[in-house]
């Protein structure tokens, strides 16, 4: 364990020794902040990717394969594009964005790719900006190559995505989850500090992508205090008329990584203050084991949210305005459903809503299953799925209901971090549209098609999908995203 602790140490160093200024400069080279301690010789540094083998939290912070396989764009353009954010399977090949066709005549045809500058970041979460016009996707264990962590890609063309520029933290590293702010810019829930320890930050970043704060501030006495325990926000959502923020805290990084005593999940939230970037409360789900997920339900009265509780295979419904009498602070959670043994310990717990809110689904990864429940009435939730089914998905994670509310896309693949850590799901990397039925809410799984990205990109090692924006683009002059 000591020498866990040393290399976090170390990685903190590099970390700070490369900081931004919050106003960034101009990106480096092709748009890394900080170029790569071994800079990129074709010919040279290639085999270096299969010689350097990964030590205890750290892989050799070597850049991709010079030269990405060839292909060849398609001419086409369908009304409903998926974008799906994936390393290559080697871990050797760039990390890149891929565009696909959703239009039923056109199902799984190839668009185009856009590569990303770097190799082995687990491509994390993604989502659109308030304008439509980038994507930000963010890069999971990006600091075991000392690589940045946030990516951004031009989709001013929709069918031709192209990487924009990335950017880096400075107190804080494995980067998750990604709301847009509505006037231009992002929220991104940093899980770890620049060490993958707790406490972690939520970041925040202006219309230009640059990054300028981390919150808490250092300078927030009370709300560090505040994340003396653990502090390790996964899950994300916003209610911005109402000027609150809810994080959720899922496990410390560090601890999912070689050598470990054990992984440290959390059974928190934080409930903010937008408007002054300051923690109000933290809000306990007892024995919750890792609250992976939060989200605000659309249309919700009281602006009520749905929160996971993996250990426990749990949803509850938190209250970020009515008071709680132990504490007198705003902010209260109680239990809305029991997903059943099945659903306990499946490793991540997921979720997407639809846009009216009445229906949630909900990815068990472990259990190769995404639970549908109809949330219409609070008092009275009703399980639209099967439990005891098993869908023909391996790992799913990401789930997301199509613009058009006609379908859900979910994704085969969660963490695979190989031999530096313990966290690596089954998966079957693929694409599943599945049927939503309009009328209850619920998926039908037996008209499904699949996009197989280990088939897609072999050239690559296969490819790891973690997750998906969709874009329904029927009218160009007013595209619709996924309703998160």
Not at 55 to 67: F, L
Not at 79 to 104: E, N
Not at 414 to 441: I, S
Not at 463 to 477: I, L, R, S, W, Y
Request: glycine share 8%; proline share 9%; hydrophobic share 40%.
């Amino acid at each position: 364990m000591r020498f866990s602790l040393t290399i976090g140490f170390v990685l903190a160093a590099l970390a700070v020794a490369s900081p931004l200024p919050a106003a960034a400069p101009a990106a480096l080279g092709d748009g890394l902040t900080v170029p790569p301690l071994i800079p990129p010789v074709p010919g040279v540094t290639d085999p270096l990717t299969t010689i350097i083998p990964p030590v205890p939290i750290v892989r050799g912070p070597i850049p991709p394969i010079a030269e990405s396989p060839p292909f060849v764009s398609s001419d086409i353009r369908p009304k409903k594009v998926g974008y799906f954010w994936a390393g290559s399977g080697d871990r050797a090949h760039k990390d890149f964005l891929a565009a696909y066709s959703l239009d039923d005549d056109t199902f799984g045809t190839f668009l185009h790719l856009a590569d990303a500058p770097t190799s082995g970041n687990e491509p994390h979460h993604l989502n659109v900006a308030a304008d439509g016009k980038t994507l930000l996707g963010t890069g999971l264990l990006s600091l075991l190559k000392l690589q940045d962590t946030a990516y951004f890609f031009d989709i001013s063309d929709p069918y031709r995505p192209a990487f924009k520029k990335s950017q880096r933290t400075l107190l804080s590293s494995i980067a998750d989850e990604i709301v847009a702010k509505p006037g231009g810019g992002w929220f991104v829930t940093y899980m770890g500090s620049a060490a993958g320890t707790s406490p972690g930050r939520l970041a925040e970043f202006d219309a230009n992508h640059n990054l300028i704060g981390e919150w808490p501030s250092i300078l927030d006495v009370p709300g560090a205090a505040n994340t003396l325990g653990q502090f390790s926000p996964h899950g994300l959502s916003i209610d911005f008329p109402r000027d609150v923020i809810l994080t959720s805290d899922f496990v410390v990084p560090l601890s999912t990584l070689k050598p470990t005593l054990g992984v440290q999940s959390a059974n928190t939230l934080r409930l903010w203050r937008l408007s002054t970037r300051t923690i109000l409360n933290t809000i306990t789900i007892p024995h919750g084991g890792g609250i992976q997920d939060v989200k605000f339900i659309p249309g919700n009265a009281e602006g009520a949210a749905i929160a996971t509780a993996v250990h426990l295979g749990q949803v509850w419904i938190v209250y970020p305005h009515r008071i709680d009498p132990a504490t007198n602070r705003p902010g209260t959670a109680e239990l809305l459903y029991d997903l059943g043994p099945a659903a306990r310990d499946t490793v991540a717990i997921y979720t997407d809503l639809s846009a009216d809110g009445k229906s949630l689904y909900l990815s068990l990864t472990t259990a190769n299953h995404v639970a549908a429940l109809d949330i219409s009435d609070l008092a009275n939730v009703v399980r639209l799925d099967n439990p005891g089914d098993v869908h023909p998905v391996i790992g799913p994670h990401c789930v997301r209901v199509t613009p058009d509310q006609t379908h859900a896309v979910v994704l085969g693949y969660f963490v695979q971090q190989g031999d530096v850590g313990v966290l690596n799901t089954p998966a079957d990397y693929k694409v599943h549209y599945v049927q939503r039925d309009e009328a209850t809410g619920g998926l039908r799984w037996e008209t499904e098609r699949t996009i197989d990205f280990a088939r897609e990109f072999a050239a690559r090692g296969g490819a790891k999908p973690h997750f998906a924006v969709v874009g329904d683009f029927t009218d160009p002059e007013r595209p619709r995203w996924n309703s998160y």
